[in-house]
């Protein structure tokens, strides 16, 4: 795969997977409730947990290259869940925001939940990304040699 197409194929599957488990849900009436958003942020750590994971060698990555990457992958897939989210509620569902409304006994305007949902997105993206890059940057720490003291000497 090119490299730089990378952001956009991992982002578009990540976001089919967050549109397919919010579908999941809308179909059994569980996508009022903000708990069952929790899995969301699980399929964004698992997805770009295996899209650095196709970007390292030997287990590591170069700082830059990693989190450039990752955070493309994370907003492109916000980007289309929000899209989703937005026509879904307005042309799918439109009495959606009004019930979750209702039920939080909160008025706001549909574009600041939308744009909630993308800030949400974004801010999970960032996090998991910063993470990430510690575990997979190279450390800057000294190799431990091994050597063996005799202390019985």
């Not at 009022?32 to 997805?47: D, E, Q, R, V």
């Amino acid at each position: 795969m090119i490299a730089s197409q990378l952001p956009l194929v991992y982002g578009t599957r990540i976001a089919l997977l967050l549109i397919a488990n919010f579908l999941m849900f809308a179909l059994f009436g569980l996508h009022i409730n903000p708990l069952y958003s929790l899995f969301n942020g699980i399929i964004m750590a698992l997805g770009l947990l295996y899209a650095l994971k196709s970007l390292t060698v030997d287990n590591h990555i170069e700082y830059y290259k990693g989190f450039f990457n990752s955070f493309l992958i994370g907003m492109n897939a916000t980007i289309i869940f929000t899209v989703f989210f937005a026509l879904y509620s307005g042309l799918i569902e439109p009495t959606y925001l009004d019930t979750i409304m209702e039920q939080w006994h909160f008025e706001a305007a549909s574009a600041l939940i939308i744009l909630t949902v993308f800030i949400m997105g974004i801010s999970t993206t960032l996090m998991l990304t910063l993470a990430y890059m510690q575990y997979f940057k190279e450390s800057w720490n000294l190799k431990k040699t091994s050597t063996t003291i005799n202390t019985l000497s």
